[in-house]
């Protein structure tokens, strides 16, 4: 007997055991990954082991603003999933001819989107890191070559929040240059929860420099 219970319980007990500590370890590994405790190389590996699991929760989050349109062309969202509250499908209802997925995470319903005719740009990135330049601009190439075709183009992470709202920043700053970072940051705040920092992220700021450097360009050899 253990503690005045027969053994045939112990197995039990410690399975039991087992399950919880298993419980608050993986909480506590997940803990650690949302306040940004890992290198990129760890925080990709716990960003595609705990996707699928944690995505109702994202989903149950924002389940009033799943996706929410930045302009005329630009839509800003969850992930997309063939099953879930975000269905290509529905994307394609809205009129969205293109995605531009951020989610190293996650690859996204392809073959969905080939049924649908939805092209899509893959632009891997961990979670809770910032799209490279090189993204950033490419995203915007992608979108430019829809948005002259009068198409509406779906820009998603896991949450919609921080990778695809940098790509909607930049989306902003190419059409208005003149425009200050801050005034961007307020606008997109004042439609959707975005990532509060993102006017003064790296990439962000040198895309929108370079855009500014353009339009000047393009001023005096107009004039």
């Known amino acids: 007997r253990l503690l005045g219970l027969p053994a045939t319980l112990r197995p039990r007990s410690r399975f039991g ?21 890992f290198p990129p190389e760890v925080g990709k590996v716990v960003a595609r082991l705990y996707f699928w699991p944690t995505l109702p ?27 879930g509250p975000v269905p290509p499908t529905r994307l394609r ?14 690859r996204g319903p392809t073959k ?34 829809f948005a002259e075709q009068g198409g509406k ?5 896991k949450a919609g929040h921080g990778r695809s709202a940098a790509v909607a920043f930049c989306w902003l700053a190419k059409k208005h240059p003149d425009v200050p970072l801050e005034s961007i940051q307020q606008m997109m705040l004042s439609k959707r929860h975005v990532r509060k ?8 700021v040198a895309f929108a420099r370079q855009c500014r450097t353009a ?8 004039g």
Request: glycine residues 8%; negative net charge; contains cysteine.
């Open 17 to 37: 055991l087992g399950v919880r500590l298993t419980v608050v370890a993986a909480a506590g590994l997940y803990a650690a990954f949302q306040k940004h405790l």
């Open 57 to 83: 929760f994202t989903f149950l989050r924002r389940a009033r603003h799943l996706w929410t349109p930045m302009d005329d062309t630009v839509i800003v969202g969850c992930a997309p999933a063939r099953h």
């Open 93 to 106: 209802e809205l009129g969205v001819e293109a995605v531009v997925n951020l989610c190293d995470e996650f």
């Open 112 to 145: 969905l989107y080939e049924q649908l005719g939805i092209a899509e740009l893959w632009l891997p990135t961990v979670d809770h890191t910032e799209p490279s330049l090189g993204d950033l601009e490419r995203a915007v190439d992608f979108i430019e070559d």
């Open 153 to 157: 183009v779906y820009v998603h992470c």
């Open 197 to 204: 920092s993102l006017y003064r992220q790296p990439g962000i």
């Open 215 to 222: 339009k000047a360009k393009g001023g005096e050899e107009g």
